[in-house]
């Protein structure tokens, strides 16, 4: 097995005068769960397609398990898109039936194949049922299912938990990770909670290239060890200037009537907070470091204003 | 009131914007006074229908609407296709856009092919044909005929289909070409009694071979008023097998693109 499920570099892609990807360099290691994140647009869906169709880039190298790009290559890939791809027409067994005879699966392979999936995926009894007497989390996790079918080596998985419930988003992951086993997982999503918990790597992209990478614990670690959330409508940027240069202070953000500070000690900041803004400060959250912290580091906020 | 005056407007706005839905509703009716009312007149009396039997005559034309409309629909089912999202999982197999394409219209080929096969076999109990070739060759002939018209269609339809965005700009172009292709095919009426201007558009219009071929197989007691089987099958193989692959070379762009 290669080190490296994907290896791109320096990779460029355009759609119509705007580059979704420019200059997009990542590795991501074989047998892991990684993850994309980055706000909307900013080209995490683009890789993946760029990946899920094995097209070669524009310019630049990418590599997938080992190879160039190619469509002998997709029988060693998987995605599970953000949108559902079953045909609610079908029943649950019949499409993941079409969906592995499309994808080179023996015909009596899936007879036992097919079975075991819906089971796993907690849909044993659903198999004769049409796709579109299923519920939302039902489809995703067919969705699921049906990626798995091929024994993909490398899985991508683009925001597949988008409009389903806690519960549903837990068994989802319980049962990818557990049936997944030596799976390199490419995960493209917007929610950090949910890469901060089933991510072993994760990247942070903004404008169509990588702005960091690391494990969640890396990048939690070049934070400050407490993130500080204060209502503060009339902040200036004096004040904010001045807060952004106390001792132990980290990032300073504002999203809104919203501050978000990191800093080493909360227990020092927050007296000194109120006493530079009697009576301005409406309340104070304190917390420990959080990926979102660090995707704020690194990722400019569209609408806020960084005062540092 | 006023709300139900914003989402008026709002409708009369998409409708103007949409071109192909403001045209086919007008083209459609104008081509029937046009072409259907001109052939009636020239072609629908007793001494020019080649038995006097008008609902006899029809049923080649009904077969070859029936295939006109089965192929129409069954690659309509790209759009659902492209919806359902079906489609985007297609992209990302180790298939050629090709072989999907080739599934596809062997779908559709089957579908019209049983279809209008139906409608012939479902008229013979009330229709007198002549079966002048006998009535296992001229089923034999019939289905040659509907699986070639089939073929063609698939291959016209499946061109268009992976070629235009939208399931009613489609629909418009299939109703802009076949209707007319249709009215001078001699479905409707016989082609010898129409002006001479006429009669060249009914000559270079594959579908009046198909129903000549059908006409002869099923209905026509002799072939003195009609093309012949010779000419329209050959007629109707090259343009079957042409129109096929290039339905089947129009490779659409089956990308799952995101931003």
């Known amino acids: ?308 | 009131m006023s709300a139900a005056l914003v989402i008026a407007r709002r409708d009369l706005l998409a409708v103007v914007r949409s071109r192909s839905q403001l045209y086919s509703s007008m083209l459609t009716p104008i081509l029937f006074l046009v072409f259907l009312g001109n052939g009636v007149s020239h072609g629908l009396e007793p001494a020019n229908l080649p038995d006097g039997n008008f609902t006899a005559y029809l049923v080649a034309g009904a077969v070859v609407m029936t295939s006109v409309f089965s192929s129409t629909f069954s690659s309509a089912s790209y759009y659902r296709d492209r919806d359902s999202g079906v489609l985007r999982l297609l992209a990302s197999a180790p298939v050629h856009p090709r072989v999907l394409l080739l599934g596809k219209s062997l779908a559709a080929l089957a579908i019209g092919v049983v279809q209008a096969m139906a409608v012939l076999l479902l008229a013979a109990p009330f229709v007198d044909f002549e079966w002048q070739y006998g009535l296992v060759a001229g089923l034999f002939v019939s289905l040659a005929a509907i699986v070639l018209v089939n073929l063609m269609l698939t291959g016209l339809a499946q061109a268009l289909a992976s070629r235009i965005q939208t399931m009613q700009g489609f629909h418009l172009l299939m109703n802009l070409a076949l209707f007319p292709l249709l009215f001078f095919s001699g479905a409707f009426f016989p082609i010898d009694g129409l002006p001479a201007w006429l009669r060249v558009l009914a000559f270079v219009n594959p579908l009046t071979y198909a129903v000549d071929a059908l006409e002869l197989a099923v209905y026509a007691s002799g072939d003195a008023t009609f093309i012949g089987l010779g000419v329209d099958f050959a007629v109707l193989a090259v343009l079957a097998a042409g129109t096929y692959l290039v339905g089947l070379a129009r490779t659409p762009k089956l990308t799952y693109s995101g931003a």
């Not at chain 1, 190298?61 to 890939?77: N, Q």
């Not at chain 1, 559902?84 to 969906?99: H, I, K, S, V």
């Not at chain 1, 049906?146 to 837990?170: K, N, Q, S, V």
């Open chain 1, 1 to 308: 097995m290669a080190q490296y499920a994907v290896r791109a570099s320096n990779i460029t892609r355009g759609y119509g005068g705007r580059k979704a990807l420019d200059g997009f360099s990542l590795d991501v290691p074989a047998a892991c769960v990684f993850g994309l994140l980055g706000p909307n647009g900013s080209g995490k869906s683009t890789f993946i397609a760029m990946l899920a169709a094995t097209e070669p880039p524009e310019t630049g190298s990418l590599e997938i398990l080992g190879g160039s790009p190619s469509r002998a290559l997709r029988c060693r890939l998987a995605t599970v898109f953000q949108e559902n791809t079953a045909d609610p027409l079908m029943r649950a067994g019949e499409y993941l039936r079409f969906a592995g005879r499309v994808f080179g699966v023996p015909s009596s392979e899936l007879s036992t194949r097919i079975p075991e999936l819906l089971e796993r995926f907690g849909l044993g009894d659903r198999a004769a049922d049409p796709v579109s007497s299923l519920s939302g989390g039902m489809r995703r996790r067919l969705e699921a299912a049906r990626a798995l079918l091929h024994r993909p080596e490398l899985l991508l998985l683009d925001e597949p938990t988008t409009g389903i419930d806690a519960e549903e988003r837990a068994i989802l992951w319980e049962t990818l990770r557990s049936s997944a086993d030596a799976v390199t997982i490419l995960l493209a999503t917007n929610d950090l909670s949910e890469a901060d918990a089933v991510c072993d790597s994760v990247a942070f992209i903004q404008g169509g290239r990588v702005v960091a990478s690391g494990s969640p614990a890396q990048l939690k670690a070049g934070l400050r060890r407490e993130s500080v959330r204060i209502a503060w409508p009339t902040a200036s940027e004096g004040e904010l200037a001045e807060v952004a240069g106390w001792p132990g202070t980290g990032e300073v953000a504002r999203d809104g009537d919203i501050v978000v500070v990191t800093t080493d000690e909360a227990s020092t900041f927050v007296p000194r907070l109120f006493a530079l803004a009697p009576g301005a400060v409406r309340s104070v959250t304190i917390a420990t470091a959080s990926l979102e912290d660090a995707y704020f580091q690194h990722v400019q906020r569209r609408t806020g204003e960084a005062s540092r």
